[in-house]
């Protein structure tokens, strides 16, 4: 009896030690090797807790076993077989949403393929050949320093060109990295804090493990294309009527294709053979796009369909002084803070819709398959001598990042760009930037919080052919989204004034074919459509007569000759001014018939 008393209360002792023992979990995270105590009565609920209480953990995560197995929080912790000692492995948990942009972004970008103009100069050595000259004294068949070829991005190479050559082609960059000695990786700049749970959240708390690293801003000294080729000089000036006919500017997104450009060693230019203008809301000094609109997505989809890929954008800005002439706007002056060729609010502008078209690289390169972008940005306005011109820029890869990170702002002051502040939501790391003082030494400045707007853009020459046989598009349809309403009457003139030219050559046109595919007057041939793109595309003439004895069009074409009997616009600018409006003679703005002075450059009326 002694005996089963002793063991009872034996029992009973280590039963209540039980209860009240505790149990150590080690915790392995990307801060290292955490110990947590929870009662060893406990379920997977308190390890969850003590670990979040820890680790100041504030998102969802999850325990993972050695076994794989995942901890469940109402599982007792005896039941699932923990032990004192017991290691785990922590891992966050996405949420939905956040998993879906991760997951879209993944796939758009694993889309994404080289250039054939970006795998046809990744196979060229890019040597720049030099002929025999005076110094040379070895014979036929053999060369020495004085005649041997240079690498693309030998200054020799860059300063025997005139203007010599400011910016290095984005495949000399390329060659020049491949040649240092050791590789060295496209150069990627994050601006985020970095997970860690070894303290509280930002701004509670930061440490050097997740804090990002301060940003030096660095004059890019290569550019992703060297030169923006308009095809037809119709193109340009048909998009700088508008501005001519109404006083307002205006944008438009430029279609093309990249090719090479033999002016630069290893040099890629864009040939612009469309400009599409989207709905837009303009005025005297600025304009306003919904970059969301499904509109700009549907016309880059029909755009593809012909070849053709977004290059760029373009906008304008353009005034009229007092004696009629383009006024000169953009123009740096040392004394005139405000000066400026590119503002702060486009380059900024530019940066984003650059992260919008990035530009694939081989993975030799960078493992993200990309980097830095080939879109461009074309600004039309007025040069010294009152002429207007095209001038093609691009925001740098710097740029694209804290863009993209969300850490610029524009300022009051169009030539120089503000650095966000850091707030409770929002870490932002110190951004500086080198210039020369007084004594031609080169220093480093914090942007605190303003910096030169140079620092964040290259420019890139612009111009067009000299021979518009070649043009892909004719201009002769109305462009879209423009106050003037298009109609079937428009498609009937078109066809009118062009029907001794081949069906094929008839339907080249940019904004026509824009016109049947997102128009609800032409859904009778938007199903057969894309058999007509790709006849343009190829220029396969049999395919497109083809296409022209469907039975869709010539239902299309019975409704285009019925829209000759109702009045219509005509495509003439010239006779779309009405009777209560005057077109002036220096700046051709239409007036109200009330005005006697033109309400942009103050010219009088005739």
Not at 10 to 23: D, G, N, P, S
Not at 162 to 176: A, G, R
Not at 312 to 327: H, M, P, Q, V
Not at 512 to 521: E, G, R, S, V, Y
């Amino acid at each position: 009896l002694l005996l089963l008393l002793c063991s009872f209360q034996l029992t009973l002792f280590l039963e209540q030690q039980e209860q009240h023992m505790k149990l150590v979990v080690r915790v392995r995270s990307p801060v290292g090797m955490k110990r947590v105590s929870v009662d060893a009565q406990g379920t997977g609920t308190d390890v969850y807790a003590a670990v979040a209480t820890l680790m100041h953990i504030t998102t969802d995560f999850r325990l993972i076993g050695r076994n794989g197995s995942v901890l469940e929080q109402n599982v007792s912790l005896k039941r699932a077989g923990i032990r004192n000692g017991e290691i785990f492995v922590l891992e966050t948990v996405k949420s939905a949403v956040e998993l879906e942009r991760v997951s879209m972004e993944r796939k758009r970008l694993q889309q994404l393929d080289l250039d054939p103009v970006d795998a046809k100069l990744m196979a060229q050595d890019g040597k720049v050949q030099r002929k025999r000259g005076r110094m040379c004294q070895h014979g036929d068949g053999t060369q020495c320093v004085n005649c041997i070829a240079l690498e693309p991005y030998d200054p020799q190479v860059l300063n025997s060109f005139d203007p010599p050559i400011k910016f290095l082609s984005f495949h000399s960059y390329l060659k020049k990295i491949q040649h240092s000695g050791k590789f060295t990786s496209l150069p990627e700049l994050t601006c985020r804090l970095k997970e860690c749970f070894g303290h509280n959240p930002w701004p509670q708390g930061i440490c050097s493990q997740c804090q990002p690293s301060a940003v030096v801003l660095k004059r890019q000294t290569y550019r992703h294309i060297d030169y923006v080729e308009f095809e037809s000089a119709e193109t340009v000036n048909e998009f700088i009527n508008s501005w001519r006919s109404t006083g307002l500017q205006r944008c438009g997104f430029m279609f093309g294709q990249y090719s090479e450009y033999e002016q630069v060693p290893l040099g890629i230019k864009a040939v612009v053979k469309a400009i599409y203008e989207p709905k837009q809301t303009d005025g005297p000094l600025s304009f306003d796009v919904d970059l969301e609109n499904d509109e700009i997505h549907r016309v880059e989809e029909i755009a593809k369909e012909m070849g053709l890929e977004p290059v760029g954008w373009i906008f304008t800005d353009l005034e009229a002084d007092k004696r009629g002439n383009a006024k000169y706007k953009r123009y740096l002056n040392a004394e005139d803070n405000k000066s400026h060729v590119l503002s702060a609010e486009e380059v900024l502008n530019a940066a984003l819709l650059q992260h919008r078209h990035p530009n694939a690289v081989a993975h030799t390169f960078t493992a993200m398959g990309f980097h830095g972008s080939k879109f461009a940005t074309v600004v039309v306005t007025a040069n010294s001598d009152g002429d207007i011109v095209p001038f093609a820029y691009q925001a740098t890869t710097q740029a694209m990042h804290l863009m993209r990170d969300d850490i610029l702002r524009p300022s009051t002051i169009p030539s120089q760009v503000a650095v966000k502040q850091s707030s409770d939501e929002c870490y932002v790391p110190d951004v500086f930037f080198t210039e020369r003082d007084e004594y031609g030494n080169e220093v480093k400045r914090k942007a605190s919080p303003l910096f030169p707007v140079e620092y964040l853009f290259v420019d890139l020459q612009a111009g067009g052919k000299t021979n518009d046989a070649t043009a892909t598009f004719s201009s002769s349809f109305p462009v879209e989204n423009r106050r003037e309403k298009r109609t079937l009457s428009h498609v009937n003139e078109l066809l009118k004034n062009s029907a001794k030219n081949p069906f094929l050559e008839q339907m080249s046109d940019f904004h026509l074919l824009l016109f049947l595919a997102l128009d609800p007057q032409c859904s009778a041939v938007q199903e057969t459509l894309p058999v007509l793109l790709n006849a343009i595309k190829s220029g396969d003439s049999e395919t497109a007569d083809v296409w022209a004895q469907s039975d869709e069009w010539a239902t299309m074409k019975l409704l285009i000759d019925a829209s000759a009997l109702q009045p219509f616009a005509p495509l003439s600018s010239s006779s779309v001014s009405s009777a209560s409006e005057w077109s002036c003679r220096h700046c051709t703005l239409r007036n109200e018939a009330s005005r006697t002075v033109c309400s942009a450059c103050g010219g009088h009326r005739q």
